[in-house]
């Protein structure tokens, strides 16, 4: 699978993710996934009661199934797309897929352990 079609959404990539992919291109797949993880969500908190995060961007809490889904699925985010051209990362689609959704995991738990804590808003996070 050529590594330039990946995951390419359907109605084509938006600027931002065309901004991202070009500024991402030359970084190692773990930086590139990080930064693209924070410039698509920006987590500022997480949640006193449930392993969740307060993303800026979104105005939601999420939780880790949502934000995965959210990351590797969503037309307007797809970070695999994103970061396909990173300096390192898999030319095989799927091997790019499974890079890119354990860097996701790893940014999460980043995210859940040094954030700080926060009760509101006091909304109940997505799964």
Request: without cysteine.
């Given at each position: 699978?050529?590594?330039?079609?990946?995951?390419?959404?359907?109605?084509?990539p938006?600027?931002?993710q065309?901004?991202?992919?070009?500024?991402?291109?030359?970084l190692?797949?773990?930086?590139?996934v990080?930064?693209?993880?924070?410039?698509?969500f920006?987590?500022?908190?997480?949640?006193?009661?449930?392993?969740?995060?307060?993303?800026?961007?979104?105005?939601?809490?999420?939780?880790s199934?949502?934000?995965?889904?959210?990351?590797m699925?969503d037309?307007a985010?797809?970070?695999?797309?994103v970061?396909?051209?990173?300096a390192?990362?898999?030319?095989?689609g799927d091997?790019?897929?499974?890079a890119?959704?354990?860097e996701l995991?790893a940014?999460?738990?980043?995210q859940?352990?040094?954030?700080?804590?926060?009760?509101?808003?006091g909304?109940?996070?997505?799964?």
């Amino acid at each position: 699978m050529d590594v330039q079609s990946v995951s390419v959404p359907s109605h084509g990539p938006t600027l931002r993710q065309r901004s991202l992919r070009h500024r991402l291109r030359s970084l190692p797949l773990a930086g590139a996934v990080h930064l693209a993880a924070e410039a698509f969500f920006r987590f500022r908190y997480r949640a006193v009661r449930a392993d969740a995060l307060w993303s800026e961007t979104e105005h939601v809490w999420l939780g880790s199934e949502t934000f995965l889904h959210w990351a590797m699925w969503d037309a307007a985010i797809d970070i695999p797309w994103v970061v396909a051209a990173a300096a390192d990362a898999p030319p095989d689609g799927d091997e790019l897929r499974k890079a890119v959704r354990a860097e996701l995991k790893a940014y999460w738990t980043e995210q859940v352990a040094g954030l700080p804590r926060k009760k509101s808003p006091g909304w109940l996070p997505l799964p």
